[in-house]
C-alpha cells in the first residue's frame, strides 16, 4: 500500500514514479488552481473533517482514485489536506536539522545579510524539499494575486501555511532539545512571507543553480549575485478596500515603487 506520506521522492514508490513533486501536493494545488483561486477564504477556512480523511485514504490506497475524489471533492476539503499534509510530515518541508539556521537566519537584522543566509539555507534543502517549495511558493503567489476576490493576501497565505512548513522538532527527539529554546511562532510566518514576497529571480536562479548541468560546474547552488541588478520585491499595502499586492525595487539599499 502506498503510504500517504511516501508521496516524497525519496521513498520507493515515488522514485518509481520518479515525481519531483510529491503526487498529492500537485493534485491538490492544481484543484484549488483549477476552482478555487476566487474563493472566499481559500486555505483558511477549514474543509468538511469527513471529505478530509476521505481523499486522504483514497491518497493512501489509489492515486487515481484520489484524483477523482479531489476533482468532485468541496475545495476547502482540497485545501485542507494539502495544509494537513505539510503539518503532518515527519520532517516538515523546511527540515528539522535547518530549523536553528531558519531561525537564526531571519533574527538578522541586517537586510542584505538575512536575505543572503535565508537564500542559501533554500538551496541547502534536499532536492525534492526544494523543488516542492518552490512549487507551492509560486502556487501561493497565484493565490494573492486573486486576493480581491478570495480575501487571502501575502501575509493570510504565511500565517496559515509557515508553521506547517517550519517547526521544531517532535519532543524526545535530540533536534527538539536544540530547538525548544528557539521557538518563536513569529519566524515560521516571517521565513514563507520573505520567500513569498522575494523576486522571482531569486526562485528562477535557484532552480537554475540546482539543475545537474549548473551543479556539475558550480556546485549546489550560488548565494550570491550581482547586488547592483533590480530585484522587484512584492509588497502589500492597505488602499482602503483591503490589501493589495504591489511591487518595488530595490538596489543597493534603494528602494522605488512600480
Known sequence: MLCYYDM??????CRRERHDIPLIVETCV????RRGMSEVGVYRV?????????LREAF???YLKAQVIAFEADIHAVAGLLKKYFRELPDPLFTDGLYLSFVDGMGLSEPEAREQALVTLLYSLPPV???TAVFLFRHLRRIAANSKENKMNLNNLATVFGPNLLRPAPIGTEESFLNMAAVDVA??????????????????EAQISTSPSSTASTG????RRDSRKKLTWIEEEDGGGGRQIRT???????????
Open 248 to 258: 518595488s525595487r530595490r538596489s543597493s539599499g534603494r528602494t522605488s515603487q512600480t
Open 129 to 131: 524539499n526544494f523543488k
Open 30 to 33: 492544481e484543484e484549488v488552481e
Open 220 to 223: 549546489r547552488g550560488r548565494s
Open 60 to 62: 493512501d490506497t489509489d
Open 46 to 54: 477549514a474543509g468538511v473533517l469527513r471529505d478530509v480523511k476521505e
Open 8 to 13: 516524497f521522492c525519496m521513498y520507493p514508490d
Open 187 to 204: 519566524t515560521p510566518v516571517n521565513v514563507l512571507m520573505f520567500f513569498l514576497s522575494c523576486p522571482e529571480e531569486i526562485l528562477d
